[in-house]
């Protein structure tokens, strides 16, 4: 088991440039969770998967937003058309199956949009 | 909707004293709750959790018990070490519908020696 992993750890980008992050989930983890957490707040809830499904957005999520999951496996989130606003922690959490109330974090992704 | 309120930080304490750190919830069923805790530079981490009304969910010396009646799940320490400094948060997940966590704001604390 060798956790949750996030790619890259920080990026720096420029307002209107695109942005790709990576989810390596822990292993045979059907639930794969995106959250978002800015400065002195809780982690908000963008989008999850179950395998390869993406079952549910959260009106947090624009449509300059896209989450895939294409093999069932690893996670990619893309932010188009960056804005300064966008700027936070976005972190990645795996689960073994939907009953499991366990979820595991990944160290973050931390996105600065100058 | 379900939320969680949890108690304003910071919070500063001295070595061995006890930490209580509030936490309620509005909820339209029946949620699990969770303590994580974020420990600088770290990513956030399960401390502890209950799944039913009185259920007392412990780990590390914190404790927390489920209060149906009072929708509250307050943390609490006997006696808290400069390690446990870090940031906490109170969270639910809805057993009916099996998704996402929904956190509170967090509480932070200092313990000095």
């Known amino acids: 088991d060798t956790g949750v992993s996030q790619n890259p750890r920080h990026k720096i980008t420029k307002r209107g440039q695109n942005v790709t992050f990576r989810c390596d989930p822990i292993s045979e983890h059907n639930r794969l969770y995106w959250y978002r957490q800015t400065l002195g707040q809780g982690p908000e809830f963008l989008t999850y998967f179950q395998n390869e499904a993406q079952l549910e957005k959260s009106r947090l999520l624009s449509d300059r937003f896209s989450a895939e999951r294409p093999k069932g496996s690893f996670s990619t989130l893309e932010i188009q058309r960056t804005e300064q606003g966008d700027s936070a922690m976005y972190l990645c959490?795996?689960?073994?199956?939907?009953?499991?109330?366990?979820?595991?974090f990944g160290p973050g992704t931390r996105l600065t949009v100058l | 909707g379900n939320s969680v309120t949890q108690m304003e930080g910071p919070v500063t304490l001295s070595e061995e004293a006890f930490l209580t750190i509030n936490c309620t919830y509005t909820a339209t069923g029946y949620p699990s709750l969770f303590w994580y805790v974020q420990y600088p530079g770290e990513g956030l981490q399960l401390l502890l959790k209950a799944t039913k009304a009185d259920d007392k969910g412990s780990n590390k010396g914190f404790e927390a018990t489920y209060r149906k009646e009072t929708t509250s799940f307050h943390l609490e320490k006997g006696s808290v070490q400069v390690s446990d400094s870090a940031v906490y948060f109170c969270?639910?997940?809805?057993?009916?519908?099996?998704?996402?966590?929904?956190f509170g704001p967090g509480t932070s604390l200092s313990v000095i020696p």
């Open positions: 959490a795996s689960s073994l199956d939907f009953a499991a109330d366990t979820q595991y």
């Open positions: 969270a639910l997940r809805m057993k009916t519908s099996y998704d996402k966590v929904i």
